[in-house]
């Protein structure tokens, strides 16, 4: 079993940038598909981005399309989700995701394995 933690949250002003971070446990992090899911308040848990075993492919949700890029570095077992031009409506709580195999779902509940959540609140 796989361990996530995210890191990198933070309060952000609109138009501005941050870089999450999911650092995973054990020797297997390429073998995971890895994703990124937000919830806010009231809400339920949404897709952001996913991206394949060897980094070469990606999917995101339409409404960060263009503004956030997902990335990974085997070597370090980490996934990275980089946002830029953040909007308000981006404020959530960011989870990082892993499951097995190398199809890129987009729900939540294909993904066994999940971090605690990092807080991403943007200001207007």
């Known amino acids: 079993q796989v361990q996530l933690v995210e890191s990198g949250g933070g309060l952000v002003q609109a138009g501005g940038s941050l870089r999450l971070s999911c650092a995973a446990s054990?020797?297997?992090?390429?073998?995971?598909?890895m994703g990124w899911f937000r919830q806010a308040p009231g809400k339920e848990r949404e897709f952001v981005a996913t991206i394949s075993r060897s980094g070469v492919s990606t999917y995101y949700a339409d409404s960060v399309k263009g503004r956030f890029t997902i990335s990974r570095d085997n070597a370090k077992n980490t996934v990275y989700l980089q946002m830029n031009s953040l909007k308000p409506e981006d404020t959530a709580v960011y989870y990082c995701?892993?499951?097995?195999?190398?199809?890129?779902?987009?729900?939540?509940?294909?993904?066994?394995?999940w971090g605690q959540g990092t807080q991403v609140t943007v200001s207007s």
């Open positions: 995701a892993a499951r097995s195999g190398d199809t890129l779902y987009s729900v939540p509940n294909s993904y066994p394995y």
């Open positions: 054990g020797r297997t992090f390429s073998s995971y598909v």
